[in-house]
């Protein structure tokens, strides 16, 4: 993780101001190294800032955020099985004008359209 990714998350409010060393050297403890793998693994499975800010919330203030944390996932899951219904479409249309132009002959090509399969 680069110095400035923690001083954004530090900002955000989502890691604790941490602790400085005599040489002014930020001092990260274990509760801290957990937060930031927390934050890698929600980043990755594609929540945003505000809502990993949100679990956080919940956790700091003594709760357990396993509730929010499933409604959120559950949220995520429909948005990719949505893109995953737009990428299929999108799929299929490409593949059918590629199929379209590659069974095409070059020379039938009408020089006064940009191009007729699109």
């Known amino acids: 993780m680069t110095a400035k990714a923690l001083r954004f998350y530090e900002h955000r409010g989502l890691l604790p101001t941490a602790h400085r ?3 002014g050297y930020r001092d990260y403890g274990g509760e801290t190294v957990n937060r930031l793998d927390f934050i890698r693994r929600s ?3 594609g929540l945003t800032l505000a ?3 949100g679990i956080l919330q919940v956790r700091d203030a ?3 955020p396993c ?3 499933r409604d959120l996932l559950a949220t995520r899951l429909a948005e ?4 995953l219904a737009e990428l299929t479409a999108l799929r299929s249309m490409v593949a059918g004008f590629y199929s379209d132009v590659a069974a095409a002959d070059p020379t ?3 020089p006064g359209e940009i191009c007729s399969y699109l």
């Open 21 to 23: 060393t005599s040489n």
């Open 43 to 45: 980043r990755n499975a």
């Open 51 to 53: 809502q990993i800010g």
């Open 62 to 64: 003594g709760g357990a």
């Open 67 to 69: 509730v929010h944390v």
């Open 80 to 83: 990719l099985d949505a893109q």
């Open 108 to 110: 039938d090509c009408d």
